[in-house]
Structures are given as structure tokens and as C-alpha cells.
């Protein structure tokens, strides 16, 4: 605690930070550019000056950079004083004499930092009287639009770019004030992470290209607080509507999950909610002119005719989601009864979540939540691409690297926002970060050591490391090389603070996963606060993994046995997850097939009955993540027709069928509660945000913010005479901009405003401190926690098999564009998705005469999949790579025995 | 039996002539104010906009007749006709000429007296039964007011009424033949006309009403035609003290060269353009100023008025 | 007293002297304009029906920038923005002003960056059914460029579209050679 005095006040500041930060935790405008609370300070902009005195009779004083100060007790500054003002207002003066005349379109106008900080200095007028300087834009991509004439030169790009997201491929060139930040050539960025450009870049240099597509300002949106819906992480997302249509994603800001960042899987994997195919109103397929053709039908004939299915006596099928929210599963399961209720989770695929669920319910290891990534300081890493499967994560481990080489800095005594001070120090030190994987991964280029083996060989890896630790752990038999890495592994381990191990279902491994549970718990016993991460594949895996249940085949073999009529499929497309006979089978079985879901996805094209459901962006729900923190996520806009959330289709028809009561479940909060008497593992998720009753002086959050324009326009082409805005039962937010939009609690807070900070810098405003939780407590409940003193038993290790004459083995790549179903429609992240392929090591392909390119045919399980072949000089000899879930492909149930062709080319 | 037939022509004659002033009232008041405030006022119906009156009773018949789910109803519905019965009644005993009389009693005087202090019955529980705050502040005002200036009313007729030795209007009306009581009696005639300003609430003394504080005092809750009676009741009631005014001070019918009845309305016409001309030019009092008026000055004066007038009444005879 | 009586008198001459000042009012001419028949007259800044203007190229000014939206305190317009592709223009996809809720304060032509929207010496828009109170774009262009005859945003704005690149605009330099590393 240091006292410090500004502008005579005596304030209470924290010891160690700089002054800036100081000031903005205080609630005072100091205007700052390169300062970032992810990026720390460099003190590039001189924007942030102010007037320190040595003591109260120094009245002449000197300018400082508050961001380069380190706030020390009884320090003595002035914010206020007229020099400061004047250097400040300079500043901005000579940053604007080559900023162009084109705010109006601009994208970033209206929450701009450099217009918040324009008028925060108070300059108005250009002095500069000579020519403005101007700059060629590249083409970055399906992602981000480029416009340098705007660039003030603060380095926040590329500092974010290379030095925290790792990229390679954006820098600054020229010298100067010719300074260019861009590729050295026109063409896509690199990194996963490049959308957050956008919300880094304090001007519009960077700004959203497929929000220009369909441009809104940021007043306009309709926004609630969100969960992405793309991968397993949970990360906080505000998205924003307008004129009915999902807008564009921004960054929700929570400490415990994605902070800062998003990935760009996340920001512009939205464009489903947009798509025209979307079942919109309940359809049913009739036969016209000999063809099944699905034709709408109204809700009350839907629910009388659909109902019937389900009325007391007949028996129904019904298929979970792991995309699907915990209420719609929960839905469907009191909808069919519970022994009637399956995950919608192919055998293999439940079998891994199951050991992992085991795991983390049992075992003695914490979870550390994605933003206490950032905190491990030796992070192992068995067998998950962690930037294609969970890239936020994968941001996060990143980032890990420097806790180590850190220390060195901390040593000389250099405060740990000093941005390039620290760099210098840490050198090219990283600190412990090992992965084992199949093939080469995007993380590789931090990594201490990468080994890549087949799973078998990464999770004899973690049995060794595991047996080094904790020698009472099962032995794995392991050949000299590897046995010294894994010792080496082990020691660094040992050695660190906070290690962490990661892993996952990508190697499609039980053993693998079993492996890294015997790590970290030797690591637990070794009395070492080991963390285990687990990557999940889908929103809600870990979610429906909790409710418990079996899986597709089980389901399958249900309906083979007869009884079972009718069968109904959430928000699922089985395709994807069992063998395309398979699905059929089921769907020819059920007399009824009836799907619910908000993609007209091959399952429900082949559907009897389809229900129009409600996209994240459109209903209320949890999402468990893949800790097991369990996040709700509110309707940001009513969607056209008859689409609601699946829950609520569930709900009717279980009330239409006389199985439950028409009253029954009205509202969000007397189902959830209903959810959480029948599945107590549930019961803290009513703690993840106020229910509908709660009120801020009486009065709903409103979704939309003060300056809203168009409500007496924008539908009145339809009807001049307004229709009074639609309630919202489900939520404490209303559907308009009346309310009161302060003092709300983190979990209903989907916009960060306060006067004078428009941009995505007001974050700052709302956090108990600098890179602080938000006011209140970030938002979210974990629904599971370690068992400290548990004594459950190591796995026991596998026996390898190394050899791979008789067939490959095909394992799946995931791609973060184009592996998830849902982000895969979307047209700029389609753009970016891979062409099928069949991924070899090139001394395997060399030994069949193969090479890279050339046209190749994968037969697995009959299947034929004509593709081209790539190769890679390091990835795990005998296997076969494909990438997993692109659109149009097949499925293939993984790991599988392959066989690899030389197509006949013509 | 032509003695009936006479009346009832008189009274439907009187109830006729009356109606029509007082909506023909609504267009004059409004054409006069826009010509002191230089603007031309109603001309847009009719010759000289004269068909507004028609169109605005048309609008006032058919509006939504409102009481409010708050209200005392009956009180409601009764309190606005009291304005209207008793401004009517009043104008029973006025002699429009030497013939045309409803009822020539001999206590025409105190019969107008009682029947306009019956008038602030209908303010009163107008502003009672709307159950409405600013209404009852409105009809509390209305009491207060018309308590105190009916007092001094009454007084300053009574010069009149000893000089004639009569309460009967009437006689009043022909013992001016030779000289109106306004030159026997000019303290009297200003004091009435005060009082008869106040008690029709006009401005400067439309305190029960103020727009600008009570919203519309005791009417704020009334709506359509129950409005529309106190509309009407104003204007009769504008009326009532005109015509008084004319026969107690200003001569009754009496005049040369033109009929009786033609002298009547033109000395009433006139005095009406009066009342709208101070509507036109004055502010309204302030309640405290208003009372100190009534009590402290307009009563000391009115008694003054009856003793001196007594003194020389007793000193002449 | 005297003083008090003095009050009275004074005010009592007071009261009659206004009401002979309102009297004489009686042979004042009247300021009323007698609308349909006699047309007022209108200030070129009169701030009635609102346009849309183009500019001097014949080019619509407007770009979309949704200030003049947001400046309406009865938030009367909207419009969505799109990009011409074969020029990179922005321009308004759809604008629409529902003037049965606008009050005429003129905000909006003061939001406006580009001179588009303006006010017009124009009142007379009454309908008989309030949808027609709703102009659309078509309804609020115009082919001229209202008050503003010389001001064109592209010349100055200083972002590339077809046929004027970067540097092409007015007080602009050429592109910065990034590759130079001469002054």
C-alpha cells in the first residue's frame, strides 16, 4: 500500500505498479496509447505525462510518463497541471497530422480510443499545415481489413502480434516516420489469435472485416452477455445484433476464463446465426411429386401432431447434444424419461470423456481455470493440439513460458509492466514447456522439447514421467531416448512452482489421458500444487458428460429391441459422429424421427419432424466448459418466426403430450430449478447469474445502450405505428434501453461504456484493479472441484506396440477453422478451412514412393476418400493423418486401421 | 290562461336567448382576445368563424363523457348541473323590459343572492367527488373565495335597495328613470362588479381554476359534456352579473329612441366585452392578496358604502 | 394608511391603465400570416422536409456513418451501410426517416460529416395516413447538392476508392515507399 499525492489528494495505490495504472484504478482520465493491461507499459506514446514534484514546495516539477513510474510512497503528482495538459494536447496534435479525415467511415469510429483520447486532451483543430502522409493497405485475410493512412505508430500490434500471441508474420517496417506495421506481403495472417487486432489496435488500422459485410456502429447492437459456442473453453463473448441479424463478436472481458482475448474461431465463427438455410418455422417432410420435400407447419399443428408421440404409453428415444445447452438436454431427458435419455456421443468418443470426467471428479489434481494458465511455470502438454482444439488455452500456456525467465528480470530489480526492460532481461529464455503430440503443433515454436510418437508412444511417455516422479506409479517400457526425455520432463516438473500438465480426447487415447492423470497426481503426492487440463471437444461436452447416460450405439441397439416409436435428436447432427450406416439404421428404425435443432444439418434433413431451436445468440442457457464452470448465457435477440430454444420445444411438447403440466416450466428460473432438484451435480449452476427476478433500483439491465438509435424507424417500413417492446421472462434484461445500465453485476454485463471511454479500453473502468476480476466477481461457477486427499489408484501404463507394418493408423488433425461444425458455415472462417488431405512423414511416404502432393486414396473401413497426399519431416512415424470434421467429408471413427493408395491419375 | 302562455314564452325565450349567448359567448370571448392580442382568432367556420360555435358543441356532444373509476359518482354526475341550474334560475327574476319578466317577486335581490351562493355548491363538490388533489384544492379555493366576496355582494346592493325602499328588480329598474344608481351609488356598483367577477371565478380571480398551478382546479377530472356544463355555467354566469350589473346600477331597459329589450342586451353586451377585456389585460391575484382584498378592503369599504348611503337616506327624509 | 391608501390608488391605476393599453389594441394591425392563403416566407436555413443531397460528381454524399442517426433525439432514422464493390464507396443500403416522429430540430444535418442530409425550406408534408409519413431513400434523395455546392468527402477524406487512390486526395502525398529508408 503506498500513499500517493495527486493534485494534493492523499490516494491509496497498490505497491508496485506504475502510475498509470494507479490513475486508472483511481478513476482518473489519463490518456495513454501503447500502455495495454495485457501488453504493460514501453512508454512509446508520451501520451500519459504528467507533473511530478520532489516535495509539496516544489512548484516547478517535471513531466514524467506515468506508465515508466513506479508509484512510490508519499510521491506527489499532478494530473491537472497546465503544462502537462499542454504536452499532452501536443501529443495528440502531432500524432494527428497525418491521421486521416475519414471517421465517418471508418469502422472503428464511436469506439475509438483515439477519438476518446483526442477529446480527452481537448485538441481540436489540425495545426500542421503541410501534406498528409499516406500508406498502400494490404489484404490480411478473411479476418481483418487494413488501413494504415490511420495508424498513429503506438507498436500495440506488433507487440500484441509477436510478443503475446507468438505470430511471425506482422511487423513494423520503414523508418522513421515512414513506419509501416504490416506482412511483408499482402496475405492472410498467420496467427489464430489476429481478430483481437481489432480490439488492440486503439485506431482503425485493423478493424473487422466481416462485420464490414453488414456494418453497425457500436451504439446500435442489441448485446447480452454471452459464452462462445465453438470449442470447450467458455470463452466470454458480447455478441451484438442489429435489424435481427448477429452483427459481430466482441471480447468479453473475465479474468478467470479468456481475459483480453479471444481466438479468431470465436470472433468470427458467428455467421451460422445468420444463415438462410436455418429451419425457421416447424417443418414436416411430405412427398411431392415423389420427392421428401420439407414444408412449414404452425406451432399449434406441430405441438398436436408431434405431441401425440410422446402421450403416456409410447415409449421414445431421445439423443443429447454436447453443443446443445445443459437445460435443452435436460429437456429431452424429462421429455423421454430418463432410461430413455442417451448422450449424443458415439461409444469411443463417450468413453474418453468418461475418463476424463472420472479423473477430474476423483483424482486430487485442480483445474486451474483458462486464465490461471498464464500462472504455471512448467506446462506438459500430452498429445492435444492445443491451438487448433482449445486456442485460447493454447494463447494462455504461451504465455506461461515467461513465468520462469521472469524471474531473471525480477532479479534486477525491473517492475513486471516494464514491457521491454523485461523482454531484455528474459533474453531468449523460456521457461519449461514440453509437448507430446502426433504431429507438429503450433505451440512447437516455444517448446523446450517436442516429441512426436504415436499415441501409444506419447502415453508411454507420460507413464515414464510419471514413474520418474512417483516411482510407486506403474513403469512403462520405454527405449533409452525417450526414457531420458521423460526424465528430463520430470525434473522440470519437479522443479517448478505451479507445473501443469494438459492433455485431451484428441489422440483419441485412453491411455494418453490416463497418462497425464498419473503425472499430475505423482505431482500431487510429490506435495507439488499440480494442475490437469483437460481439453473437451464440443461447448457442453463436460456438461453432458455430468448428466451421465449412454451413448448412440446403445441407443441404437434400444431401437433394434423395439418398444421405441419415436426418436427424437437435439440439436445434433449425427453424421458427424457415427458411421454414416449407422445413422441411417437409426433414423430407418424410429418410426418417427423428429429433430430439433437450429442448422438444417444432414440429420435433420432426413428428419420426419423439424423444430426450429434457438441459436446461443438467441435463448437462454448454461454451457458447462471443460472444467466443469458452468456459465450462463442470455438471449440477445428475438429470432423471426417460430424459432425458440430447444428447451422450450422440449417443454411444450411435454406439456402437449399430458405428460407434464401446460403451466408447467413457464419460465427460465422454474426450470432450472426443476433441473437442479433432479440432477443435484447441477445445483451451484443456479449461482451462475441473478435470476429474472433481480433488479438494479428496481429496474431491468437493458440490452441496449443510451444512445440506441432508429426504435421510431428502423421497422417502420413494416408499420409506421410501434409495437411496445417484447418482455423477456427468462432474464433480468430487457429488450430495449430502458433500465438501468450501472452497478450491474458482472454476470449481466455484456457492454463495458463509461463517459469519455468508448473503446474497448473502458474494461479498465470495471475491474477491481488492473488485470483484476470484474467488479463483483467474474462471472461463472466451477461444478468441480479436486479431492485433495484422495487415494485413488494410478492407471496402469500400456503396453506399446511400435509396430506399424501391417496397416496405418489413421488418427485426426483438427483444424480451428473448419473442424467445428458450427463455425464452419461460416463464410470467412470456410474461407480458411483446409482442403482434405492425408498427412504422412515423408520418410514413410518416401519408403511407398509417395510424395508431397501427390493424389492419393485413404481406404478405412471400406471407405474410399480420395485425397492428396502432404508429408512432414517430424510428425509420429506409421500413422496417418486426416483432418477431422471438415464439411462434406466423412466420418471416420478414429483411430483406425488405414490403408494408403497411389491414386490412378489420369 | 294567457297569462301562462305569456310565461312560458318569456321562459322559453329567456332560456333560448341565454343558451345561445353563452356558446355565441365562447366565439366572442375568443375573437375578442385575439383582437387585443392582434391575432384574428376563430375565422375559419362560417362568416367571421361564427360556425365554430356550432362545430365546437358538435365536438363537446360527442366526446368521451369520462368519470373517473376514483370518483364519487353520483356527486360526479350531479355537481356541474348545479352550476347551470342556478345561474338559470337566477335570470328569473331579471326584467329584460317593462313585459318581458319570468317572475316579478318582491325579493328578487336576496332570490339572486341565495341562488348564487347555491352556485359554489357545484364547484365545491365537483372538486370533492373527482377525489383528486388538485381538484380539491381547486373547489377548498372556490369556498373560500365565494364565502368571502358574496359577504361584501350583498352589502353593496344594499344602498341600491334602500334607496328604492324595494328588493323586487323591478322596482329597482324604474326608480332609475330619472338617474342611474351608478351616479347615487358609484362605490356600490364597483364593489358589485368585483364580486361578480369573483363570484364567476373569472380572471383575476380564477384562483379554483389556475391552469398554470392546479392543472384545471375543480374541473381537472371532467371531461365532454359534464366540462361542457361548467363551460356553459361560466358563461351564464358572465352573463347573470352583466345583466345585474345593467339592472341594479346601470339603468335596467331603460333608454331613448330604441325598444326597451335592445337597450337591455346592448348595456349587457357591453359589459361583457368588459369582463373578456379584463381576462384580456390582467394577471391573476395571488390567494393571499386575494383574501386581504375581499376581507380588509373590499368589506370595510361595502359597510362604509351602507352607512354613508343610511346616513343620507335618513338626512334627506 | 395614506401610504396604504396611496398603494391602493396606484394600483387601481395601474389595472385600468393596462386594460386601456389592451383596449387600443383594438386598432393595431394584426401580425397573424393567413397560412393557405398567404405563403410565409422561409429562411434558406429553414429546417423542414429532409433530403438527401449528392455531390458535385452526382454521387450520393451520404456514407452511411450513422451520426445523424444517433444525433435524432427521436430516433426517427435508420439505415444500414454497405460498400459499393466496384468502387469501395460507402453508402446507405436503405435510410429511412419516419417523419411522423420527427420534430425538425435539425441534429441530424449537424452530425452529418459529409453535408448529405439537410433541412429544407419545406413544411407542407401533411398525409392522411401515417405511413406515408415514412420516406424512404428514393423519397429523401435529391439530385442536387442543397447548400453546399463545392464539398465532396472522397476529395478529402483521404480513403482509397477506384479511381483515386491513395495520394490522389486533396493535401496528400504520394504513398510512403515503405521499402525507402531516405528522409
Redesign the interface.
Known amino acids: 500500500m503506498a500513499i500517493i499525492y495527486i493534485d494534493g489528494k492523499p490516494l491509496e495505490t497498490q505497491d508496485g505498479q506504475n502510475l498509470l495504472e494507479a490513475c486508472i484504478e483511481l478513476g482518473l482520465n489519463v490518456p495513454y496509447f501503447c500502455w495495454h493491461p495485457a501488453l504493460g507499459s514501453v512508454g512509446a506514446c508520451r501520451q500519459c505525462a504528467v507533473k511530478q514534484y520532489r516535495d509539496e514546495n516544489d512548484k516547478q516539477g517535471r513531466l514524467v510518463m506515468s506508465c515508466m513510474t513506479l508509484v512510490t510512497d508519499g510521491m506527489r503528482i499532478s494530473v491537472d497541471e497546465s503544462e502537462s495538459k499542454d504536452f499532452r494536447a501536443n501529443i495528440i496534435d502531432w500524432m494527428m497530422t497525418n491521421h486521416?479525415?475519414?471517421?465517418?467511415?471508418c469502422d472503428e469510429?464511436?469506439e475509438c480510443h483515439l477519438q476518446d483520447m483526442t477529446l480527452m486532451t481537448g485538441h481540436n483543430y489540425r495545426t500542421y499545415r503541410f501534406?498528409?502522409?499516406?500508406?498502400?493497405?494490404q489484404n490480411l485475410g478473411p479476418f481483418i481489413n487494413h488501413?494504415m493512412?490511420r495508424c498513429i505508430q503506438c507498436y500495440r500490434c506488433v507487440r500484441y502480434y509477436k510478443d503475446y500471441a507468438g505470430g511471425h508474420d506482422l511487423d513494423a517496417?520503414?523508418?522513421?516516420n515512414?513506419v509501416?506495421f504490416g506482412r511483408h506481403e499482402d496475405g492472410v495472417l498467420e496467427s489464430e489469435f489476429s481478430g483481437n487486432l481489432v480490439e488492440v489496435c486503439p485506431t482503425g488500422v485493423f478493424t473487422d472485416k466481416t462485420l464490414?459485410e453488414?456494418?453497425?456502429?457500436r451504439?446500435?447492437y442489441t448485446t447480452a452477455p454471452s459464452v462462445c459456442v465453438h470449442c470447450a473453453l467458455g470463452c466470454n463473448i458480447t455478441p451484438g445484433e442489429r435489424?435481427g441479424k448477429l452483427r459481430r463478436i466482441r471480447n468479453r472481458y473475465n479474468r478467470s476464463v479468456n481475459g483480453y482475448f479471444l481466438c479468431d474461431r470465436g470472433r468470427y465463427g458467428y455467421e451460422f446465426v445468420n444463415s438462410d438455410k436455418r429451419p425457421k418455422a416447424p417443418l414436416k417432410r411430405q412427398m411431392i411429386d415423389g420427392k421428401p420435400v420439407h414444408v412449414p407447419m404452425t406451432r399449434d399443428e406441430a405441438l398436436s401432431e408431434i405431441g401425440k408421440f410422446f402421450s403416456n404409453g409410447s415409449k421414445a428415444i431421445g439423443i443429447g447434444s454436447p453443443r446443445a445447452s445443459l437445460e435443452a438436454n435436460f429437456a429431452l431427458r424429462a421429455l423421454v424419461g430418463a432410461e430413455n435419455f442417451y448422450l449424443g456421443l458415439s461409444k469411443a468418443d463417450g468413453k474418453l470423456l468418461s475418463a476424463v470426467l472420472e479423473i477430474v471428479l476423483s483424482g486430487p489434481a485442480r483445474q486451474p481455470s483458462l486464465g490461471e494458465l498464464k500462472d504455471h511455470d512448467a506446462v506438459l502438454i500430452l498429445g492435444e493440439d492445443m491451438t487448433n482444439v482449445a486456442p485460447i488455452a493454447a494463447l494462455n500456456i504461451r504465455q506461461s513460458v515467461n513465468n520462469q525467465p521472469r524471474a531473471n528480470a525480477k532479479a534486477m530489480g525491473i517492475p513486471e509492466w516494464n514491457d521491454l526492460p523485461v523482454r531484455r532481461a528474459m533474453d531468449t529464455d523460456r521457461g519449461p514447456l514440453f509437448i507430446a503430440s502426433v504431429a507438429p503443433t503450433r505451440l512447437d515454436d516455444v517448446a523446450t522439447q517436442t516429441f512426436h510418437a504415436t499415441p501409444d508412444g506419447i502415453a508411454s511417455l507420460g507413464f515414464a514421467i510419471a514413474n520418474f516422479i512417483d516411482p510407486q506409479s506403474p513403469a512403462a517400457n520405454v527405449s533409452g531416448e525417450v526414457r531420458a526425455l521423460a526424465q528430463q520432463i520430470a525434473t522440470a516438473l519437479q522443479s517448478a512452482q505451479k507445473p501443469l500438465v494438459v492433455s485431451g480426447p484428441s489422440c483419441r487415447s485412453e491411455a494418453v489421458i490416463q497418462a497425464a492423470a498419473n503425472i499430475a497426481w505423482a505431482l500431487c503426492r510429490k506435495a507439488k500444487p499440480a494442475g490437469i487440463y483437460f481439453a473437451a471437444p464440443e461447448s457442453n461436452s463436460v456438461g453432458l458428460g455430468l448428466f451421465g447416460g449412454a451413448n448412440i450405439e446403445n441407443a441404437a441397439e434400444a431401437l433394434r429391441k423395439g418398444g421405441a416409436d419415436t426418436l427424437v435428436v437435439l440439436e445434433n447432427d449425427l453424421y458427424r459422429r457415427v458411421p454414416a450406416a449407422l445413422v441411417d439404421e437409426l433414423l430407418s428404425l424410429a418410426k418417427h424421427v423428429l429433430v430439433v435443432d437450429h442448422q438444417y444439418s444432414a440429420t435433420a434433413q432426413k428428419a420426419e419432424y423439424v423444430l426450429p431451436g434457438a441459436t446461443f445468440a438467441e435463448g437462454d442457457g448454461t454451457l458447462v466448459n471443460n472444467i466443469g464452470r458452468a456459465q450462463r448465457m442470455m438471449q440477445v435477440f428475438n429470432p423471426e418466426g417460430e424459432i425458440t430454444e430447444s428447451w422450450r420445444w422440449l417443454r411444450r411438447l411435454r406439456a402437449a403430450s399430458g405428460k407434464g403440466r401446460e403451466d408447467e416450466w413457464i419460465s427460465f428460473d422454474s426450470f432450472l430449478h426443476a433441473l437442479v432438484a433432479e440432477i443435484p451435480a447441477f445445483s451451484h449452476i443456479l449461482d451462475a447469474a441473478p435470476t429474472a427476478a433481480f433488479r438494479v433500483g428496481g429496474l431491468k439491465i437493458p440490452r441496449q445502450s443510451h444512445?440506441?438509435?432508429?426504435?421510431?424507424?428502423?421497422k417502420?417500413?413494416v408499420?409506421?405505428?410501434e409495437t411496445g417492446v417484447t418482455a423477456d421472462p427468462d432474464s433480468p434484461m430487457s429488450f430495449s434501453m430502458e433500465g438501468f445500465s450501472m452497478m450491474t453485476p458482472a454476470a449481466l454485463m455484456s457492454s463495458f461504456w463509461t463517459p469519455g471511454w468508448n473503446s474497448a479500453q473502458s474494461i479498465t473502468r470495471f475491474q477491481e484493479e488492473v488485470n483484476g476480476p470484474l467488479e463483483g466477481g467474474d462471472p461463472g461457477v466451477r461444478l468441480i472441484e479436486p479431492q485433495p486427499d484422495s487415494a485413488v489408484p494410478y492407471f496402469d501404463a500400456v503396453e506399446t506396440n511400435e509396430s506399424h507394418d501391417a496397416a496405418w493408423t489413421a488418427l485426426p488433425l483438427y483444424h480451428i477453422y473448419g473442424s467445428e461444425e458450427l463455425s464452419a458455415s461460416s463464410p470467412a472462417v470456410a474461407e480458411l478451412s483446409p482442403k482434405p488431405y492425408a498427412m504422412l512423414h515423408s520418410d514413410d511416404a518416401r519408403a511407398r514412393g509417395l510424395l508431397d502432393g501427390d493424389a492419393v486414396t485413404v481406404k478405412i473401413d471400406g471407405q474410399e476418400i480420395s485425397t492428396s497426399l502432404k508429408t512432414n519431416d517430424t510428425m509420429a512415424r506409421g500413422v496417418v493423418c486426416l483432418p477431422a470434421g471438415l464439411e462434406d467429408a466423412p466420418y471416420i471413427e478414429f483411430p483406425a486401421a488405414a490403408e494408403i493408395l497411389r491414386s490412378v491419375t489420369s | 290562461m294567457s297569462s301562462v302562455v305569456t310565461s312560458l314564452l318569456v321562459i322559453v325565450f329567456v332560456l333560448f336567448s341565454l343558451l345561445t349567448t353563452a356558446s355565441l359567448l365562447i366565439w366572442l370571448e375568443r375573437r375578442l382576445l385575439a383582437l387585443w392580442q392582434d391575432r384574428y382568432g376563430p375565422n375559419r367556420v362560417g362568416p367571421f368563424g361564427l360556425g365554430q360555435v356550432l362545430a365546437d358543441m358538435i365536438k363537446i356532444f360527442f366526446k368521451e363523457d369520462w368519470t373517473p373509476p376514483f370518483a364519487d359518482r353520483p356527486v360526479f354526475v350531479i355537481a356541474p348541473t348545479f352550476i347551470v341550474i342556478t345561474a338559470l334560475m337566477s335570470f328569473a327574476v331579471v326584467p329584460f323590459s317593462p313585459s318581458i319578466l319570468v317572475s316579478d317577486i318582491d325579493i328578487g335581490v336576496l332570490f339572486f343572492l341565495a341562488m348564487s351562493s347555491l352556485g359554489v355548491y357545484s364547484v365545491a363538490l365537483a372538486g370533492w367527488a373527482s377525489n383528486n388533489k388538485y381538484a380539491l384544492l381547486g373547489a377548498l379555493r372556490a369556498s373560500a373565495q365565494m364565502l368571502a366576496y358574496e359577504v361584501f355582494m350583498g352589502l353593496s346592493l344594499m344602498g341600491v335597495v334602500a334607496i328604492t325602499g324595494s328588493f323586487s328588480m323591478q322596482a329597482i329598474v324604474k326608480a332609475q328613470e330619472n338617474i342611474w344608481f351608478i351616479v347615487l351609488q358609484p362605490i356600490g356598483f364597483v364593489i358589485f362588479m368585483i364580486a361578480g367577477i369573483a363570484e364567476t371565478h373569472r380572471i383575476p380571480f380564477d384562483l379554483p381554476e389556475a391552469e398554470s398551478e392546479l392543472v384545471a382546479g375543480f374541473h381537472s377530472e371532467y371531461s365532454g359534456m359534464k366540462f361542457g356544463m361548467f363551460f356553459v355555467g361560466e358563461y351564464i354566469g358572465i352573463t347573470l352579473i352583466s345583466a345585474l350589473l345593467v339592472t341594479l346600477f346601470m339603468g335596467g331597459w331603460h333608454g331613448p329612441f330604441l325598444p326597451p329589450v335592445l337597450w337591455f342586451f346592448i348595456k349587457v353586451f357591453f359589459f361583457i366585452c368588459g369582463f373578456i377585456l379584463l381576462r384580456a389585460s390582467l394577471p391573476r391575484m395571488r390567494y393571499d392578496q386575494l383574501m386581504a382584498f375581499g376581507w380588509k378592503l373590499m368589506l370595510p369599504l361595502s359597510l362604509l358604502n351602507l352607512m354613508a348611503t343610511g346616513a343620507v337616506i335618513l338626512w334627506s327624509s | 394608511m395614506l401610504r396604504k391608501m396611496f398603494d391602493v390608488l396606484e394600483g387601481l391605476y395601474s389595472h385600468l391603465r393596462s386594460m386601456g393599453l389592451v383596449l387600443k389594441h383594438t386598432f393595431a394591425k394584426r401580425v397573424t400570416v393567413q397560412y393557405p392563403e398567404e405563403k410565409p416566407p422561409l429562411a434558406p436555413r429553414w429546417r423542414g422536409r429532409i433530403v438527401l443531397t449528392r455531390d458535385p460528381d452526382g454521387e450520393e454524399r451520404c456514407v452511411g456513418c450513422y451520426l445523424c442517426a444517433v444525433a435524432c433525439p427521436v430516433d426517427c432514422i435508420s439505415l444500414q451501410a454497405a460498400e459499393r464493390e466496384e468502387d469501395g464507396r460507402r453508402y446507405p443500403e436503405f435510410f429511412r426517416i419516419n417523419f411522423s416522429r420527427c420534430i425538425f430540430c435539425g441534429y441530424c444535418e449537424e452530425a452529418c460529416p459529409t453535408y448529405a442530409i439537410q433541412l429544407t425550406p419545406d413544411f407542407e408534408m401533411c398525409e392522411y395516413n401515417r405511413q406515408n409519413l415514412v420516406y424512404e431513400k428514393q423519397d429523401l434523395l435529391i439530385s442536387g447538392v442543397g447548400k453546399y455546392p463545392g464539398y465532396n468527402f472522397y476529395n478529402v477524406a483521404g480513403l482509397a476508392t477506384k479511381g483515386k487512390p491513395k495520394g490522389q486526395h486533396e493535401n496528400e502525398d504520394a504513398p510512403v515507399d515503405v521499402r525507402s529508408l531516405l528522409p
Request: hydrophobic letters at 25%; charged letters at 25%; a positive charge.
Open positions: 486521416p479525415h475519414d471517421c465517418p467511415v469510429g464511436g501534406k498528409k502522409k499516406t500508406y498502400v493497405n488501413e493512412n517496417f520503414a523508418s522513421h515512414h509501416y464490414k453488414h456494418f453497425t456502429r451504439w446500435d435489424y444512445r440506441y438509435s432508429g426504435r421510431t424507424a428502423m417502420a417500413n408499420a409506421v405505428s
